[in-house]
């Protein structure tokens, strides 16, 4: 059985107004990255996913659930949804309790809960405004306290809509080695994200949605590889890759470190 | 005249004990493009609002020294006055719509009623602000029925509409796709070559090293330095301050390619590849 079934969907907010149309795929442990034009529809898929809204047509199954006989909070346990905007998902007046609420929602104890709250602001590296007003934080601070208020819940499945917006070098390098930590705990991390570099660098596989339908879904050099098809969804590849083809060179290559290994092999006197 | 003069700035919000802005100075000429780069909370975004002068006539605090544009004094004007000179598209787009409009177009009408526009004026402005950043096809939607990046380039519409001589944007290609987000560098680059001064905080590198005339990089409310975009981005202590270099800057450093003549690291794709093609840049 699959963690996720997205068989056939479709969805519209206004009747005729088509936001996802018939996008079938499925998905396991690992990390993917869901990527498409401004509009495109990925926002509403993952709300679809964390089933805040249905399916008009098609299903979505959460490891064998059908989101529309479930609720968002029946699904609390297996799907956690970090929002693009904190703001939207923040609402408590202390930093720990804000990242207690989900793990008390789902019934652990006050105990249990601090105990993986305190975890998850470790693992942000917020432990030290825990006492806080998650509004007296920078934007960028309260985006990781909304990352920790999913992670203290340990679920199977994490979505993060735009997590490295309003970051620094500082605060992506810390979302970085999130994915890649759940990753190898096991997790399926689900990404949507407009930085390509981020993508190359962290993700196993891509989803390329355009105008609600899905254009492209496979490995992460696979996709890259693709320009002219990218270009239409008005995407690129990683600079790196960019730069490699500049140089005349063919393939694709996803990180800095990439660059320099295959850059180096190709110099007369390596 | 300057368009923007800053000297010996220091703020400190209500209630807080640290200087936001600690002895700021700097000049900025008429439409020159400059980046501000750093870490979070190194007082980039509280030195946009001291241009617009939302410090200190909004946020109040301790305020001291001098800061200038279009030859008007902050601090003995006021944020309305300072509107016809500087325009600010903040961070956060839902912080910057109006909701007081139920369609884009009036969106973008809206600051431009406000300074008694005539009609005709207005029209011309708001049809070609929505089709320079592609929102034409949306103009009778309701903005909160827009996505989060369609938002972000609303909000920045109705800035460049009212065509200020200096505008200021914190972090406005934040939640674009990446051919948008070249969309609205050239879009404000062109407004630069037009003589309009382009103030800008944005966190991607390689955008800022290609556009920016000159780049600041602040530190804990300071200026630590403030040259082109090759000077700053070959700084060997960028790290301290938060801030990784673009990814041509990151890679020349590794393999220690450099311009022979200026001793300077690349900072953009094209500059790079004129240097990994013509030999010999290793050392």
């Known amino acids: 059985m699959n963690l996720i079934e997205v068989n056939s969907v479709s969805f519209a907010y206004t009747e005729g107004v088509s936001v996802l149309k018939d996008v079938t795929f499925s998905l396991n442990e690992g990390s993917v990255a869901i990527i498409g034009q401004n509009g495109s529809g990925k926002t509403t898929l993952v709300k679809l996913l964390k089933a805040l809204l249905k399916p008009n047509t098609g299903d979505i199954l959460i490891k064998g659930v059908n989101t529309k006989e479930t609720t968002a909070a029946k699904l609390a346990k297996t799907v956690g949804l970090v929002f693009q905007n904190p703001n939207d998902q923040i609402f408590k007046n202390k930093v720990l309790d804000e990242v207690m609420f989900g793990p008390l929602n789902i019934g652990q104890s006050v105990e249990e809960a601090r105990e993986n709250a305190i975890r998850a602001l470790e693992t942000v590296s917020l432990v030290d405004k825990k006492e806080e007003n998650p509004y007296d934080l920078s934007l960028s601070e309260r985006k990781l306290v909304s990352i920790a208020s999913i992670l203290s819940m340990s679920t199977d499945i994490v979505i993060f809509d735009e997590p490295t917006i309003a970051q620094d070098w500082w605060g992506k390098t810390k979302i970085k080695s999130i994915v890649r930590n759940l990753v190898d705990c096991g997790k399926l991390v689900i990404t949507i994200t407009h930085d390509m570099d981020f993508v190359g660098e962290c993700f196993q596989r891509v989803i390329v949605l355009s105008k609600g339908e899905l254009l492209l879904d496979g490995p992460t050099r696979e996709v890259f590889s693709k320009e002219d098809v990218l270009r239409t969804a008005y995407l690129e590849p990683p600079y790196v890759t960019q730069l490699w083809r500049a140089m005349g060179y063919e393939g694709v290559l996803l990180s800095a470190e990439e660059f320099v290994k295959y850059y180096e092999s190709r110099l007369p006197n390596s | ?283």
Do not use: W
């Open chain 2, 1 to 283: 005249m300057k368009a923007v003069v800053v000297e010996n700035l220091k703020y400190r919000y209500p209630s807080t004990e640290r200087l936001a802005l600690d002895s700021v100075s700097f000049e900025v000429e008429q439409g020159e493009f400059i980046g501000i780069i750093g870490k979070n909370l190194a007082g980039k975004s509280t030195l946009c609002e001291a241009l617009v002068g939302l410090v200190p006539h909004f946020y109040k605090g301790a305020y001291g020294g001098r800061v200038v544009v279009d030859g008007v004094e902050v601090l003995s004007s006021d944020v309305s006055e300072l509107a016809r000179h500087i325009g600010i598209v903040f961070q956060n787009p839902f912080t910057q719509v109006t909701a007081a409009k139920l369609t884009v177009y009036e969106e973008v009408a809206f600051g431009l009623e406000n300074f008694g526009f005539e009609r005709s004026e207005m029209v011309d402005r708001i049809d070609y602000v929505l089709k320079l950043l592609g929102l034409y096809e949306y103009k009778d939607r309701n903005p909160f029925e827009l996505s989060g990046g369609q938002m972000q380039r609303l909000a920045i519409a109705s800035i460049i509409a009212m065509k200020p001589s200096i505008i200021v944007l914190d972090e406005p290609t934040s939640q674009l796709d990446p051919l948008g987000s070249e969309e609205v560098f050239k879009a404000v680059q062109s407004l630069s070559k037009e003589g309009i001064t382009i103030i800008m905080v944005e966190q991607k590198m390689e955008k800022i090293a290609q556009y920016a005339d000159k780049v600041m990089l602040m530190n804990e409310g300071r200026v630590i330095d403030f040259g082109a975009p090759e000077k700053v981005f070959s700084r060997s202590d960028l790290e301290t301050y938060g801030v990784e270099p673009p990814v041509f800057t990151s890679i020349a450093k590794r393999l220690n390619i450099k311009d022979n003549d200026t001793g300077l690291y690349p900072v953009t794709l094209e500059q790079m590849r004129r240097l990994m093609i013509s030999e010999p840049h290793r050392s």
